[in-house]
């Protein structure tokens, strides 16, 4: 794999991953948005501005890992293939 490849597969997925976390995020906070105002009772926060940020953040850390084990799966197959062909 060209690791110009490998950095746009993890980059694309970690991006996916962020959209779907901020959109879970900005959803919790519409249906419950107490929940979000007493993380940090010492401090007024807005909470759908605040769990869009957590959720996209979320989904940066949790797509990232995605697409890069992934890519660690997808070398392991090649390289058990090269090994039966040789």
């Known amino acids: 794999m060209m690791l110009i490849r490998v950095i ?21 906070a519409t249906i419950a948005p107490s929940f979000f105002k007493s993380v940090m009772p010492w401090k007024e926060i807005e909470p759908v501005g ?27 197959a090649d390289w058990r293939k090269r090994g039966k062909e040789g």
């Open 50 to 76: 605040f769990a869009t940020v957590l959720g996209a953040f979320g989904g940066v850390m949790c797509g990232g890992a995605l697409g890069v084990f992934a890519l660690i799966l997808q070398a392991i």
């Open 8 to 28: 746009a597969t993890v980059t694309a997925v970690a991006l996916f991953g962020m959209l779907l976390g901020a959109a879970f995020g900005w959803g919790a």
